[in-house]
């Protein structure tokens, strides 16, 4: 992507007219610096951040940032100018499962580079979530490496199976999965108890799903409507995954959002599929993430059986971590759960 380009997707945040890119009442803007590799392109988003916060003082319109990386390029130099400009850092490590699948051409691994880098990271970015992935192949280890990332000192941990055409799911895999989910919600009562704060997002958005019923599908993405993906030669769809498709074009920076793009995103992400109508677990299921349907079944529309078998055992487990902390009344998570939520949205509840 060009200078210019990220500029131009700067200013359509706070433009007017139509869509989430162009809200000119909207008081903030939230920018993902996503790849490939970012770190590849430092020097544009360090020029990008600058614009930003060029906007910011002559307007007070707010920036937030975040990255997205393989970690490879990380250095001091750049965690010191991602501390002093607030980046948040999405950093890829699968754990014991990295050098399974994250090589280079020579066919080495990647983990011990890594793992240097894990304390300066931590230093300068103590909030740093790490993403994990799960491949099929790699799942019997996946247990381990949540319990590895935390113990190396990561408390926010975001993990996600291997999605796409290749990602080989057998019905064996797809049950050693169900096995390591059931450990690792021994594990998230373990830390509760201790007392530790710390995010385990597929777990505990299973949880918001409970405490919030039916107003939790609202809060989940929404397909074109609360963020969109800008690509290198500025065109704007309503997600990563559909970067590149004609038929999903939103608009672009220098035309902005095409009129009744927007409401044909929101029409389509209502549409829920037949299979799922019935189903009494669906207003706590991803089932209308499109992306996720694109990349697993081939069709935005259609709900891959991987999905729904994952999406059960999420249910399953977080539930049965919740149950026994709830049961016994934990502090922590009756804080993390319930009361910061209350806090955060329904301040009237504490009101004198």
């Known amino acids: 992507m060009t200078e210019e380009t990220a500029r131009k997707a700067i200013d359509l945040s706070r433009s007017g007219g139509e869509g989430v890119l162009a809200k000119g009442d909207t008081a903030h803007t939230g920018v993902c610096f996503f790849g490939g590799e970012p770190l590849l392109m430092r020097g544009l988003i360090e020029e990008t951040v600058a614009y930003a916060n060029e906007i910011h003082e002559r307007t007070g319109h707010a920036f937030f940032f975040r990255l997205v990386t393989n970690g490879i390029l990380l250095d001091e130099s750049f965690l010191r100018f991602a501390a002093k400009n607030k980046i948040g850092l999405g950093f890829s490590h699968d754990g014991l499962m990295q050098d399974d699948a994250r090589i280079f051409p020579d066919g080495t691994g990647t983990a011990a580079i890594l793992e240097e880098k894990i304390p300066l990271l931590l230093k300068f970015l103590p909030d740093t979530m790490v993403m994990c992935t799960v491949y099929p192949a790699s799942v019997g280890k996946f247990a381990d490496s949540v319990e590895w990332l935390f113990a190396k000192g990561f408390r926010k941990i975001y993990t996600i199976p291997m999605l796409g055409a290749a990602a080989d799911w057998t019905d064996e895999r797809i049950m050693e999965l169900d096995r390591q989910y059931d450990k690792i919600s021994d594990l998230y009562v373990r830390w509760t108890r201790e007392g530790t704060d710390f995010d385990f997002p597929?777990?505990?958005?299973?949880?918001?799903?409970?405490?919030?019923?039916?107003?939790?599908?609202?809060?989940?993405?929404?397909?074109?409507?609360?963020?969109?993906?800008?690509a290198p030669d500025g065109g704007i769809y309503p997600c990563i995954q559909f970067v590149g498709d004609p038929l999903s074009r939103m608009g672009s920076v220098d035309e902005g959002i095409y009129h009744g793009s927007v409401p044909r995103a929101v029409l389509e992400e209502r549409n829920e599929p037949d299979t799922c109508l019935l189903c009494t677990l669906k207003s706590r299921c991803k089932y209308n993430c499109r992306c996720q349907n694109k990349q697993m079944s081939g069709s935005p529309e259609r709900v891959s059986p991987f999905t729904c078998a994952h999406e059960k055992m999420l249910i399953k487990y977080a539930d049965r971590a919740a149950d026994r902390l709830f049961e016994e009344k934990n502090e922590t998570f009756i804080r993390k759960q319930y009361t910061a939520r209350l806090e955060r949205d329904c301040p009237e509840f504490f009101a004198d």
């Open 202 to 230: 597929v777990f505990d958005n299973k949880i918001a799903s409970h405490i919030l019923g039916d107003d939790y599908r609202h809060r989940t993405c929404r397909f074109g409507i609360r963020q969109v993906s800008v």
